[in-house]
Structures are given as C-alpha cells and as structure tokens.
Nanobody, 114 residues
Framework: QVHLVESGGGLVQPGGSLRLSCVAS??????GEWAWHRQAPEKQRERV?????????TYIGSVKGRFTISRANNGNAVYLQMDNLKPDDTGVYYC????????WGQGTQVTVSS
C-alpha cells in the first residue's frame, strides 16, 4: 500500500518561509496530479495549490505570488514553498495525489504567529 509522508511544517513568524515536502513511500508508477490543501481551525478544508500532468500550477487567490508548488522529476514527490507567510496561513496542510488512485497524506501543522 502506498503512503504519502509529509514534512516541513512548524512554527514561523509572519513574513517567514517554510518548505513542505510530500514523498510517496513507493514508486507511484504513473502520471497524476498533485495538490496541497489546508484546514484552518473551525474552517473547511480548501485546496491551495495544484500541479497537473502538464506541470501547470494553479493557486487560490490568497496565496498567489507567495506559494509555489513543484513536483520531483521522478514524479514521486511534491513540494510547497511558502514565502511571506501570514497568520491566516495557519492550519494543517495535506498533500494528495490523483492518478490511478487517490492518495492523501496525514497532514503537517503550519503555525504562523509572532
């Protein structure tokens, strides 16, 4: 069974940066889309970034120009570079891969606070 393992979350001050990683436990053996989602306290989960099979990236408006999604060359990992972080970016961040199956990671906490 394939698992996605996320890392890179933590506590950062406003204006700081974090880089999240999401790595598959085995070769995914196929083409798929990757996405990052977040769930803030008492809010619904929202998708913040997606990279499709053509490597086209899309973002929600609140993170455009600050977040960058990218995938590993072997297709088995995805990253989220987050710059100029704001308190509203606080939440649990999840990655997911949609290919021959849909797989989700367990989440990593990001807290932006002074």
């Amino acid at each position: 069974q394939v698992h996605l393992v996320e890392s890179g979350g933590g506590l950062v001050q406003p204006g700081g940066s974090l880089r999240l990683s999401c790595v598959a436990s085995t070769d995914l053996r196929g083409i798929g889309e990757w996405a990052w989602h977040r769930q803030a306290p008492e809010k619904q989960r929202e998708r913040v970034a997606l990279i499709d099979t053509d490597d086209t990236a899309t973002y929600i408006g609140s993170v455009k120009g600050r977040f960058t999604i990218s995938r590993a060359n072997n297709g088995n990992a995805v990253y989220l570079q987050m710059d100029n972080l704001k308190p509203d970016d606080t939440g649990v961040y999840y990655c997911d891969w949609l290919g021959a199956m849909n797989i989700w990671g367990q989440g990593t906490q990001v807290t932006v606070s002074s």
